[in-house]
Nanobody
Framework: QVQLVESGGGLVQAGGSLRLSCAAS????????MGWFRQTSGKEREFVAAINWSSNSPAYAESVKGRFTISRDNTENTVYLQMNALKPEDTAVYYC????????????WGQGTQVTVSS
């Protein structure tokens, strides 16, 4: 497993931008698919975006396509989520997650970072 620490959350007005970072340690970072998920109170955690080691073909939830961009720096063991054109409905706790390339399950999770978008 890898250890994950998110940062970059905060309060922003609708239409604004934030960039989340997730620093990974513990294992070979490039062997892991990295993802971002989010959760609001009373709802299940939902997928936001994911990226493989080579950064080709990132995947996004329909709700964030065209507004969010996931990227990674394998030399810095860090994955990013650039969030633009933020909406109040993007308000959530955002979690970084990792799964080994051979596993279908995201088995490592960060502690989460709060993103609040005011209208």
């Amino acid at each position: 497993q890898v250890q994950l620490v998110e940062s970059g959350g905060g309060l922003v007005q609708a239409g604004g931008s934030l960039r989340l970072s997730c620093a990974a340690s513990g294992r070979t970072f490039s062997s892991y698919v990295m993802g971002w998920f989010r959760q609001t109170s009373g709802k299940e955690r939902e997928f936001v975006a994911a990226i493989n080691w080579s950064s080709n073909s990132p995947a996004y939830a329909e709700s964030v396509k065209g507004r969010f961009t996931i990227s990674r720096d394998n030399t810095e063991n860090t994955v990013y989520l650039q969030m633009n054109a933020l909406k109040p409905e993007d308000t959530a706790v955002y979690y970084c997650a990792a799964r080994h390339a051979t596993s279908p399950v995201f088995g490592s999770w960060g502690q989460g970072t709060q993103v609040t978008v005011s209208s």
